[in-house]
């Protein structure tokens, strides 16, 4: 590098760090005590910070608002002084796509850290079904677990999401269905009813911030869903198991999908770590477990690998004593991928046994797979680039 780019190197360095030195911190996922903490930070009153931040919880939480000036129920004054201060915009729309079945696909970009660089992408899917919807929110950028069978998993981790990012998606999906008390909508007629934490990525390796995220969105003075209606889906991350049940306190699925670990050694590498008993074991502990909180075991059908009548008897005899629902999954292709979907003749043999068996066990009707937004098909364009190479690239353009 020639003393001219070093130098050139150097300014843009200082004029990034200049630039991030003015960057809002976010109000959005912060718990109740980390937003009073917050506030107090910016120089309110002690005896003024719960109520301050009831008023902006309710903003932000109960009305969707994006800009202070909305908040009414604040002075003038000091929305001025929280709009100079702090961050509460959502997160960048990249693309916005709906299925001939209704389900919708946001593509949503993240801040980067970096001036005029973009930041990485996530996916997340809005399922409407009859009497129900459901959003499936993502916990990272990418994923480490690398199941052969998921298009998230062809994807390296770019970074964990922030509690605000995973928040986020949850505001971004109410402005897009107009679920805000100030819309046209009915406020007790929800659309969104049910979240499911089956995005990209694995909730148990970014457990603080999804255990944030649950706890604003389960906050019954904000969105107000219940801890019923949620649901977290592990690969098995097992020394975990138990603190998600104490401390966040959702339900529980487990992307099981295979009975024998020389098959889920393939389909989900990280058995190899924590194999199928030691899984059991803590699914067994799990804090709560009862019938009517039972665990939903997820059964994604691959032809000829876990399909047969003989995994559909193990599968009963491995989950005997746990109360359990067994979500079978119809496998939807990607480009790629090694496997094929199970034929549907077998795919209900399958769920006739188990069903005959005592449990519950319905086939999963694939949703949005003319967007790619089924079940183990979300990836984004983000690929992790050392920063060398990213400079590299902007020098050119410039």
């Given at each position: 590098m020639t003393a001219l780019d070093m130098s050139h190197e150097k300014r843009k360095s200082a004029a990034e760090a200049a630039a991030l030195a003015h960057v809002k911190p976010g109000l959005i996922g912060l718990t109740r005590p980390q937003l009073m903490e917050a506030l107090k930070k910016a120089g309110l009153p002690d005896k003024q910070l719960r109520m301050r931040a009831g008023q902006i919880w309710n903003g932000l939480y109960k009305?969707?608002?994006?800009?202070?000036?909305?908040?009414?129920?604040?002075?003038?004054?000091?929305?001025?002084?929280?709009?100079?201060?702090?961050?509460?915009?959502?997160?960048?729309?990249?693309?916005?796509?709906?299925?001939?079945?209704?389900?919708?696909?946001?593509?949503?970009?993240?801040?980067?850290?970096?001036?005029?660089?973009?930041?990485?992408?996530i996916e997340t899917v809005y399922?409407?079904?009859?009497?129900?919807?459901?959003l499936c929110v993502s916990s990272q950028v990418g994923c480490t677990l690398t199941c052969t069978f998921c298009h998230t998993g062809t994807q390296?981790?770019?970074?964990?999401?922030?509690?605000?990012e995973i928040v986020g998606q949850v505001l971004i999906a109410r402005d897009a269905l107009g679920e805000?008390?100030?819309?046209?909508?009915?406020?007790?007629?929800?659309?969104?009813?049910?979240?499911?934490?089956?995005?990209?990525?694995?909730?148990?390796?970014?457990?603080?911030?999804?255990?944030?995220?649950?706890?604003?969105?389960?906050?019954?003075?904000?969105?107000?869903?219940?801890?019923?209606?949620?649901?977290?889906?592990?690969?098995?991350?097992?020394?975990?198991?138990?603190?998600?049940?104490?401390e966040i306190g959702c339900m529980l699925a487990i992307s099981l999908h295979a009975v024998n670990d020389e098959t889920r050694n393939?389909?989900?590498?990280?058995?190899?770590?924590?194999?199928i008993k030691e899984l059991l074991?803590?699914?067994?502990?799990?804090?709560?477990?009862?019938?009517?909180?039972?665990?939903?075991?997820?059964?994604?059908?691959?032809?000829?690998?876990?399909?047969?009548?003989e995994d559909a008897k193990e599968l009963v005899r491995l989950l005997k004593g746990i109360p359990a629902k067994i979500n079978l999954i119809p496998f939807n292709p990607w480009p790629g991928s090694p496997y094929e979907c199970s034929d549907?003749?077998?795919?209900?043999?399958?769920?006739?046994?188990?069903?005959?068996?005592?449990?519950?066990?319905?086939?999963?009707?694939?949703?949005?797979?003319?967007?790619?937004?089924?079940?183990?098909?979300?990836?984004?364009e983000t690929v992790k680039k050392r920063a060398s190479e990213r400079f590299k690239e902007e020098r050119a353009e410039a």
């Open positions: 009305s969707g608002f994006t800009d202070f000036s909305a908040m009414t129920t604040l002075s003038k004054e000091l929305r001025e002084q929280l709009g100079a201060t702090f961050d509460i915009s959502r997160l960048e729309v990249v693309t916005e796509q709906k299925s001939v079945d209704g389900t919708r696909k946001w593509l949503l970009r993240l801040p980067s850290g970096v001036p005029g660089v973009p930041g990485p992408e399922i409407p079904e009859e009497g129900r919807g459901t390296k981790l770019v970074r964990n999401l922030t509690a605000g805000w008390p100030d819309s046209n909508r009915n406020s007790d007629d929800r659309l969104i009813t049910n979240i499911v934490m089956m995005g990209m990525g694995e909730p148990l390796y970014n457990f603080d911030n999804v255990r944030d995220a649950l706890d604003v969105i389960s906050d019954g003075e904000g969105i107000s869903l219940s801890k019923r209606r949620i649901t977290l889906s592990t690969s098995g991350v097992v020394p975990m198991i138990e603190k998600a049940g104490a393939k389909l989900v590498p990280l058995n190899k770590k924590y194999p074991d803590a699914c067994r502990n799990y804090p709560g477990l009862s019938n009517a909180r039972r665990i939903t075991f997820e059964y994604v059908m691959l032809k000829g690998v876990n399909d047969s009548i549907w003749a077998q795919i209900e043999k399958f769920a006739d046994f188990v069903n005959r068996a005592g449990y519950a066990s319905p086939v999963r009707t694939p949703r949005g797979r003319d967007i790619m937004a089924a079940c183990g098909q979300l990836k984004s």
